[in-house]
Nanobody, 124 residues
Framework: QVQLVESGGGLVQAGASLRLSCAASGGTFSSYSMGWFRQAPGKEREFVATISWRGGRTYYADSVKGRFTISRDNAKNTVYLQMNSLNPEDTAVYYC?????????????????WGKGTLVTVSS
């Protein structure tokens, strides 16, 4: 059983940066692909980014491409989401997820484990 715990959310102003972290335990982190998703108030959860088992392959939603960067440190069992140039439309609960395969799908389908999320609020 894989446990995922997100951290790093908070309240920031438009244009600011945040880095989210997701610590994994209970499995072989280095053999999973990982992803970040988000759910804004009143909306469905949506794909943000995914990363393959060694970080060599990444995918991003068009809405965050060029602003967000997903990365991982297998020695620390942690995946990160660096978010730059935040805007109010990025306000959401951000979830970390794990896919028990080496390579993720381009849109994050197939995630099997989920964290409880961390709230990011961007004020204008």
């Amino acid at each position: 059983q894989v446990q995922l715990v997100e951290s790093g959310g908070g309240l920031v102003q438009a244009g600011a940066s945040l880095r989210l972290s997701c610590a994994a335990s209970g499995g072989t982190f280095s053999s999973y692909s990982m992803g970040w998703f988000r759910q804004a108030p009143g909306k469905e959860r949506e794909f943000v980014a995914t990363i393959s088992w060694r970080g060599g392959r990444t995918y991003y939603a068009d809405s965050v491409k060029g602003r967000f960067t997903i990365s991982r440190d297998n020695a620390k069992n942690t995946v990160y989401l660096q978010m730059n140039s935040l805007n109010p439309e990025d306000t959401a609960v951000y979830y970390c997820a794990a896919d028990l395969s080496l390579y993720p799908s381009a849109h994050g389908d197939g995630m099997e484990y989920w964290g409880k999320g961390t709230l990011v609020t961007v004020s204008s």
